[in-house]
């Protein structure tokens, strides 16, 4: 669904948006001002707390560097070892199958959204709908598009444009849902 048509039974996107600056005004005693500001809600209306945008990043660009620095180191120690006349496009293409495999294999095993650069930055990659883990079907997936793709769409992550899942802040979160107001009203 998009931001201006609402699911069935929901609230429409600018009452939406009111109860969720309601809801930001109260907290701000409770979080603080900046953290009340990154206060989103799921679209079953569950709150959170966003990830500040140096979070996200900064937890790619782990996530990313790790992925290509195997692939790389893999390649070249494939070039240095091999016999074959041809070792310089082996590498190439050893390199490029990583790229892609390396992600997604990287990514089931963090299913729970926590890989190493969201363990450095305490963010979290949870499914929008209701906060819920990504889990091992979709996280795969979910790395190979962050790792190989995000750096083309990066302005899809910013807007928000079809977003399925999105990159929590676990610890203010947490802060959030120990408190009196947890779901839009």
């Known amino acids: 669904m998009t931001e201006d048509m609402p699911r069935p039974g929901a609230i429409?996107?600018?009452d939406r948006r009111a109860a969720l600056a309601d809801v930001r005004?109260?907290?701000?005693?409770?979080?603080?001002?900046?953290?009340?500001?990154r206060v989103r809600a799921f679209e079953d209306g569950t709150l959170y707390v966003d990830s500040t945008m140096s979070g996200?990043?900064?937890?790619?660009?782990v996530d990313s560097v790790l992925l290509y620095a195997?692939?790389?180191a893999v390649a070249i120690i494939y070039g240095a070892a091999s016999d074959d006349p041809d070792r310089a496009v082996g590498a190439v293409v050893i390199g490029l199958a990583l790229i892609v495999v390396?992600?997604?294999?990287?990514g089931c095993a963090f299913r729970d959204g926590r890989a190493l650069g969201?363990?450095?930055?305490?963010?979290?990659?949870v499914r929008m709908r209701d906060g819920s883990p990504v889990g091992l079907a979709k996280?795969?997936?979910?790395?190979?598009?962050?790792?190989?793709?995000?750096?083309?769409?990066?302005?899809?992550?910013?807007?928000?444009?079809?977003?399925?899942?999105?990159?929590?802040?676990?610890?203010?979160t947490a802060r959030l849902r120990r408190g009196r107001i947890t779901r839009l009203p």
């Open 25 to 37: 005004a109260g907290l701000a005693s409770e979080l603080g001002t900046a953290v009340a500001k």
């Open 139 to 172: 996280a795969g997936w979910a790395m190979l598009i962050r790792a190989v793709f995000l750096p083309f769409l990066f302005w899809a992550a910013i807007d928000g444009v079809g977003q399925v899942r999105v990159s929590i802040d676990r610890a203010a």
């Open 102 to 106: 390396l992600p997604f294999g990287y």
């Open 12 to 14: 429409a996107p600018a």
């Open 70 to 72: 195997v692939a790389v």
């Open 118 to 125: 969201g363990l450095l930055t305490g963010t979290q990659v």
């Open 56 to 61: 996200a990043f900064l937890a790619w660009l």
